[in-house]
Each structure stands twice: as C-alpha cells, then as structure tokens.
C-alpha cells in the first residue's frame, strides 16, 4: 500500500490523509516509518479483524499515527468548534485551539465523533458508503461508523474526488481487481442511501 498506491516517488514520502503531513518513506522499501498507521476507514474491530474486510484497500489509507489515535473508532461526523477536543495538524501538531486554517485540520469531539480536514471529506465518505454495501452485515450498523448519513452524503457531494485521490484509486483498482462504485459514478451515495436520509430522500431521484 505504501509503495504502490499513496508513495510520493518525488521527495519519498507517504501523505497522512487526515493531516496532510509527509512522512518520510523511501520507495522500494519493505521497512515502514513507525510514525505510519494503516487506517481502516471502518474500524476492523467491528468486523472482529476478518478478511477480506480487514485487507481490502478501498477503505485502507496511511495515517500519522497520532491523528490515527485521535481518531481510534470514533464515527465520522461534522464537529462543532464549541466541542473539538482536538486539533490534528501537517506539522506533526496536536492543539486545541482553533486554527486560522481550520479546513485544514481534523478535528477530535473525544469519545463522540471525528471530522477530517476538508480535502479528505469526499474520500472518506466515498470509502464508508463502499464498504457497507459490499459488507452489509459484517461491521455492525453503519452509523456505528459515520453518525449522520445526510452528512456522508453532503461530504460526497460537495467533495468531488481530487486527481491526487482518483490516481491513487485507480492503483487500487489495477491492485485489488474490484471497483468503488462510489468513485466511479458521482453523487452515488446519495442515491444508494436516500432510504436513510432525511435531507435526501429516495423521492428526488425518481
């Protein structure tokens, strides 16, 4: 995962998708940076760890092991300033203070939710709404993994993917053989999850 899909050949270095930090790692290499944490989007303690869950590169993505922490299995959902616990940052910061450039940093409610930086937002949600239909039964509710599903789908919609993640998606397509339906047709989620919805219902898709 490391050195195919999210290795940045150019200056050696892994991006922590919830900070945007560099982590030094050297192409090639089979030794990972011990700052480096293999994120599952749904935590693989909600499917007791079993394949092909636990390895399936859709919802993996390489995280500062600090922001990883933060995050631990908290849902996903929108944070309110009044409420954040934590900031994590791209310089390897952890504050509590609000930033001037909040958009680009997580954001800790602790013990309740965690909302990543803007530019992450579609991905992520992308990366929830694929595995609960692939694994329908496999991880508990899905609201265990993302509170508010009119929030997952608002973070897909405003949220399109970037060319940075499109060209790390493909490599996880070209790697692991199978499609994210949710890449490949925007503004999917809503469709697929109107029925859960209470600002996008199934009737303006008819």
């Known amino acids: 995962m490391y050195n195919n899909i999210y290795n940045n050949q150019s200056n050696n270095s892994v991006m922590c998708l919830y900070t945007g930090l560099n982590i030094p790692f050297t192409f090639g290499s089979n030794e990972a940076n011990e700052e480096l944490n293999c994120e599952h989007t749904v935590p693989q303690s909600f499917f007791n760890k079993a394949a092909p869950m636990k390895s399936d590169l859709h919802h993996l993505r390489p995280t500062w092991k ?16 009044s409420v954040v616990d934590k900031y994590f ?5 952890v504050i509590t203070n609000k930033p001037v450039d909040v958009e680009n940093w997580s954001k800790l409610d602790s013990g309740v939710a965690f909302e990543t930086r803007e530019v992450q937002k579609g ?10 239909v692939r694994y329908p039964t496999q991880a508990g509710p899905i609201t265990k993994t993302f509170t508010n599903i009119d929030n997952m789908i608002k973070w897909d919609n405003e949220h399109p993917p970037t060319e940075l993640q499109m060209t790390q998606y493909r490599k996880v397509v070209q790697k692991q053989g199978n499609i994210n339906p949710f890449y490949e047709e925007i503004g999917l989620v809503a469709r697929a999850y109107c029925d859960m919805s209470t600002k996008y219902p199934c009737s303006i898709y008819e």
């Open 89 to 93: 940052g791209t310089d390897r910061q």
């Open 66 to 81: 600090t922001a990883n922490s933060g995050r631990s299995n908290y849902p996903f959902n929108n944070v309110e300033e």
């Open 123 to 132: 991905d992520t949600a992308r990366a929830v709404a694929y595995f609960f």
